[in-house]
C-alpha cells in the first residue's frame, strides 16, 4: 500500500490588502480592538474582476512546480470551497479546465474551514487505496463578498478573508513519509452557530431584495460560541491522531492550527503543552481565509525552510457545522 505525501505547496492571496484602518474608517471599529480579540492586522480582499479559479490557478502552478510535475500528470482534483464562483457547478470543474487537463475527476467539497484538513483526508485515502497516484488539493475562499461592511457586520467583517493554497499529493513507496493518520467529526447541532443562512434552494425566489436587506446573505457568527467550541475540539482531535501512532504533543515539530483567531491558536497551544517554535501562526497577515488558512501557512513554512525530512507535522481545524479535524504526517 502507498503512502500519500506531499511533493509540492502553493499559495495566492488578493493583490488588494485591507488594513484594520480602513475598516475604522467605515464602521464603529479600531485597529486596537481588531489586534487585541483576533490577532489580525490585515488581510487581502479581491478586486473586482479576480475570481477564486484565478487564485486557485496561481496556488496550483506554484504547488506543481514544487512537485516537478506537470497539471497533466494529475489523476484527480479535490477543491474544497464554501465560496463558489457560482451557485454551480463548483469550482473544481473550472480548473481542472483552466489547466488544459483531460476529463479527470473533480471532486468539490465544502466543510468550512475544516475543508483542508478533510480534503487531505480523502486525498490519503484515495492514494491509499490505489485509485489515484497524484492528486491536487487545493482550498480556496472569497469570504470578503459576503461581509457586511457596517457597524452591524463588524465582528465577521474584520476577521474573514480571501486566498488559496494548494498541495499536489502523490502516492510514495518509503514508509517514513506521508500522511499518518486523520481525525474527522461533524456535529450539525450547532449549524446555526456558524452560517450564510441564505441564498438556499428551498426559497422562492431564491434571493429576494426584502430578506437581503435583512441581512440573511451575511455570514452570521455567535462568536463566544464558536471559540469555546474551537478551543476545546481542535486540541481533543490532536490528541486523538498522537494517540494513534503513540506519540506526544512534544515530538510535533510544527502544528499548524487553524487561523480562526490567534486567541484561538494561542489557547490550543497552550492546551497541548506546546512550545512557541512548535506552532506556526499567520493570522497577522492574511486574516482568516477559512479552508485556505492550512495551506497558505504550509507553503510559508516549506519555503521558509521550516520543516525537515522527517518531521512530525500536524494540521488542526474547526469551523462552521460545526466541523473539525486533524491530519498528521511525516515530512
Ligand atoms: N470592533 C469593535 N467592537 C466590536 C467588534 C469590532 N470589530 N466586533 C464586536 N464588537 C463589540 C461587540 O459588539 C460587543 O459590544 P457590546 O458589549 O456593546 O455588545 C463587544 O465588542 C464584545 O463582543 P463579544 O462578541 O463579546 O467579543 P468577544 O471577546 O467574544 O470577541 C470575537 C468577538 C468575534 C473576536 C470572538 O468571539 C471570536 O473570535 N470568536 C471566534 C470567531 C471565529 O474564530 N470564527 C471563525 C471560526 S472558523
Given at each position: 500500500?502507498p503512502?500519500?505525501?506531499i511533493?509540492?505547496?502553493?499559495?495566492a492571496v488578493?493583490?488588494?490588502?485591507v488594513?484594520?484602518d480602513?475598516?475604522a474608517s467605515v464602521?464603529?471599529t479600531s485597529d486596537d480592538w481588531?489586534r487585541?480579540?483576533t490577532?489580525?492586522r490585515?488581510?487581502?480582499?479581491?478586486s473586482?474582476?479576480e475570481?477564486?479559479?484565478?487564485?486557485?490557478l496561481?496556488?496550483?502552478?506554484?504547488a506543481l512546480?514544487?512537485a516537478?510535475?506537470?497539471?497533466?500528470?494529475l489523476d484527480?482534483?479535490?477543491?474544497a470551497t464554501?465560496t463558489?464562483?457560482h451557485?454551480?457547478?463548483?469550482?473544481?470543474?473550472?480548473?481542472?479546465?483552466?489547466?488544459g487537463?483531460?476529463?479527470?475527476p473533480?471532486?468539490?467539497?465544502r466543510l468550512?474551514?475544516a475543508?483542508?484538513?478533510?480534503?487531505?483526508?480523502?486525498?490519503?485515502?484515495?492514494?491509499?487505496?490505489?485509485?489515484?497516484r497524484?492528486?491536487?488539493?487545493?482550498?480556496?475562499?472569497?469570504?470578503s463578498?459576503?461581509?457586511d461592511?457596517?457597524?452591524?457586520g463588524?465582528?465577521?467583517a474584520?476577521i474573514?478573508a480571501?486566498?488559496?493554497g494548494?498541495?499536489?499529493?502523490g502516492?510514495?513507496d518509503?514508509?517514513?513519509?506521508?500522511?499518518?493518520?486523520f481525525d474527522?467529526h461533524s456535529?450539525?447541532g450547532?449549524?446555526?452557530?456558524l452560517?450564510v443562512?441564505e441564498?438556499?434552494?428551498?426559497?422562492?425566489?431564491?434571493?429576494?431584495?426584502e430578506r437581503?436587506?435583512e441581512?440573511?446573505?451575511?455570514?452570521q457568527?455567535?462568536?463566544?460560541?464558536v471559540f469555546?467550541?474551537a478551543?476545546q475540539?481542535?486540541p481533543?482531535s490532536?490528541?486523538?491522531?498522537?494517540?494513534?501512532i503513540?506519540?506526544?504533543?512534544?515530538d510535533?515539530?510544527l502544528?499548524?492550527?487553524?487561523?480562526?483567531?490567534?486567541?484561538?491558536?494561542?489557547?490550543v497551544?497552550?492546551?497541548?503543552g506546546l512550545?512557541?517554535e512548535?506552532?506556526y501562526?499567520?493570522i497577522e497577515?492574511?486574516?482568516n481565509?477559512?479552508?485556505?488558512?492550512?495551506p497558505?501557512a504550509?507553503d510559508e513554512c516549506?519555503?521558509?525552510?521550516?520543516l525537515?525530512?522527517?518531521?512530525?507535522?500536524?494540521?488542526?481545524?474547526?469551523?462552521s457545522g460545526?466541523?473539525w479535524?486533524?491530519?498528521l504526517?511525516r515530512?
Amino acid at each position: 500500500m502507498p503512502n500519500a505525501v506531499i511533493l509540492g505547496t502553493g499559495r495566492a492571496v488578493p493583490a488588494r490588502t485591507v488594513s484594520n484602518d480602513e475598516f475604522a474608517s467605515v464602521m464603529d471599529t479600531s485597529d486596537d480592538w481588531i489586534r487585541t480579540r483576533t490577532g489580525i492586522r490585515e488581510r487581502h480582499w479581491i478586486s473586482p474582476g479576480e475570481t477564486g479559479v484565478d487564485l486557485a490557478l496561481t496556488a496550483t502552478r506554484q504547488a506543481l512546480e514544487m512537485a516537478s510535475l506537470g497539471a497533466e500528470q494529475l489523476d484527480a482534483i479535490i477543491y474544497a470551497t464554501i465560496t463558489p464562483d457560482h451557485f454551480l457547478p463548483g469550482n473544481g470543474v473550472y480548473l481542472q479546465h483552466h489547466l488544459g487537463l483531460g476529463p479527470i475527476p473533480a471532486f468539490d467539497i465544502r466543510l468550512q474551514c475544516a475543508g483542508f484538513v478533510y480534503a487531505l483526508a480523502m486525498a490519503d485515502t484515495f492514494v491509499r487505496s490505489g485509485a489515484y497516484r497524484r492528486i491536487l488539493v487545493v482550498a480556496q475562499e472569497i469570504q470578503s463578498t459576503r461581509m457586511d461592511v457596517s457597524t452591524k457586520g463588524r465582528h465577521t467583517a474584520v476577521i474573514f478573508a480571501d486566498g488559496a493554497g494548494a498541495v499536489v499529493v502523490g502516492a510514495s513507496d518509503d514508509p517514513g513519509r506521508g500522511i499518518l493518520t486523520f481525525d474527522l467529526h461533524s456535529d450539525g447541532g450547532y449549524a446555526d452557530k456558524l452560517w450564510v443562512e441564505e441564498p438556499g434552494a428551498i426559497l422562492n425566489p431564491t434571493i429576494s431584495a426584502e430578506r437581503y436587506a435583512e441581512g440573511r446573505y451575511f455570514l452570521q457568527m455567535d462568536g463566544k460560541e464558536v471559540f469555546r467550541h474551537a478551543v476545546q475540539r481542535m486540541p481533543e482531535s490532536v490528541r486523538t491522531c498522537l494517540g494513534r501512532i503513540d506519540a506526544k504533543p512534544a515530538d510535533l515539530a510544527l502544528l499548524i492550527p487553524h487561523q480562526a483567531n490567534l486567541r484561538i491558536s494561542e489557547m490550543v497551544q497552550k492546551e497541548l503543552g506546546l512550545r512557541d517554535e512548535q506552532v506556526y501562526n499567520n493570522i497577522e497577515r492574511f486574516g482568516n481565509t477559512t479552508s485556505a488558512t492550512i495551506p497558505i501557512a504550509l507553503d510559508e513554512c516549506v519555503r521558509a525552510g521550516r520543516l525537515a525530512a522527517g518531521d512530525l507535522v500536524g494540521f488542526t481545524a474547526f469551523g462552521s457545522g460545526f466541523v473539525w479535524g486533524s491530519v498528521l504526517l511525516r515530512w
